[in-house]
C-alpha cells in the first residue's frame, strides 16, 4: 500500500464558544437579576432602560423624555418658552405624584411653597425657584438672564420623575368593628365600666347609700 495515498483526518470541531459554560450561565443570571432589582427599587432606571408594555407610555417615561427635550433645548433656543413650557410639565408631574386635587389651583407665591413642602429631594422652590414665575412672562433678554437657573429647575424636576412615590398618609381613625363583633365588645366594656370604683371612692369605703340602706 502506498503510504503517500493516506489523507489526514480532519474532525468537525464545531463552535468552541457554544453552549457557554455553566459559569457563564451563572454569571449572566446574576446580572439579569441585578438589572431586574435596580430596575425594581430605583426608578431612576425606568428613564432611561424602559421594559416594554410596563414603562413606556407611561407618565414617568413621558416626563422623562419631555424633560430632556427641554434641556437639549435649552442649550439653543431663547430661555421663556423653554420656561413656560417647564412650568406646564412640571405641574402635570406633581398632579400626576399627588392628585389633580392637591395642587391644580395653587398659583404664584402658594405654588411655590408647595413644592418645596412635597419636593422628594427637598429643594428649596420658594427661594430657587422664583425663575418658573418670572421667565415665562418676562422680556427676552431678561429671561435669557434665567438660562442658568431653569437648567436647575430642570434637574429639580428630573428628580420629581425619578424619587418613588409618596406614601399614602395612615388613617387616624380605627376602622370599626363588624356588626357580630360589635355588640360583644360593647357588653364587655359596660362591665367592665360598672365595675371600676369611681375617682371619688377610697379602697375598702362603703358608698354612702349601701350606708343609708343599712
Same mark, same amino acid.
Given at each position: ?61 413621558? !416626563? &422623562?423624555?419631555?424633560? /430632556?427635550?427641554?434641556? =437639549? @433645548? %435649552? ?6 418658552? +423653554? #420656561? $413656560? ?56 433678554? !431678561? &429671561?435669557?438672564?434665567? /438660562?442658568?437657573?431653569? =437648567? @436647575? %429647575? ?6 420629581? +420623575? #425619578? $424619587? ?51
Amino acid at each position: 500500500m502506498d503510504p503517500t495515498a493516506l489523507r489526514d483526518i480532519h474532525v468537525q470541531m464545531g463552535h468552541l464558544w457554544w453552549p457557554p459554560a455553566p459559569g457563564w450561565w451563572l454569571l449572566a443570571g446574576a446580572l439579569v437579576l441585578l438589572g431586574l432589582l435596580l430596575w425594581r427599587y430605583d426608578p431612576r432606571w425606568r428613564l432611561y432602560v424602559p421594559l416594554p408594555v410596563i414603562s413606556l407610555g407611561t407618565w414617568r417615561w413621558e !416626563a &422623562a423624555q419631555g424633560l /430632556r427635550a427641554l434641556r =437639549r @433645548r %435649552l442649550a439653543q433656543e431663547p430661555v421663556k418658552p +423653554v #420656561a $413656560a413650557e417647564l412650568s406646564e410639565l412640571l405641574r402635570r408631574i406633581a398632579m400626576a405624584r399627588h392628585g389633580r386635587a392637591a395642587c391644580a389651583g395653587l398659583h404664584g407665591p402658594d405654588w411655590l411653597a408647595w413644592l418645596t413642602a412635597h419636593d422628594p429631594r427637598g429643594f428649596d422652590w420658594r427661594q430657587d425657584g422664583q425663575a418658573l414665575l418670572t421667565a415665562p412672562y418676562a422680556q427676552p433678554a !431678561a &429671561a435669557n438672564a434665567q /438660562r442658568e437657573a431653569i =437648567r @436647575r %429647575l430642570l434637574e429639580a424636576a428630573m428628580e420629581w +420623575v #425619578a $424619587a418613588p412615590d409618596p406614601k399614602p398618609e395612615r388613617r387616624r381613625h380605627r376602622r370599626p368593628l363588624p356588626g357580630w363583633l360589635r355588640r360583644p365588645v360593647d357588653s364587655a366594656r359596660h362591665r367592665l365600666r360598672r365595675r371600676r370604683p369611681t375617682t371619688d371612692q377610697v379602697p375598702g369605703q362603703v358608698p354612702a347609700q349601701a350606708e343609708d340602706a343599712a
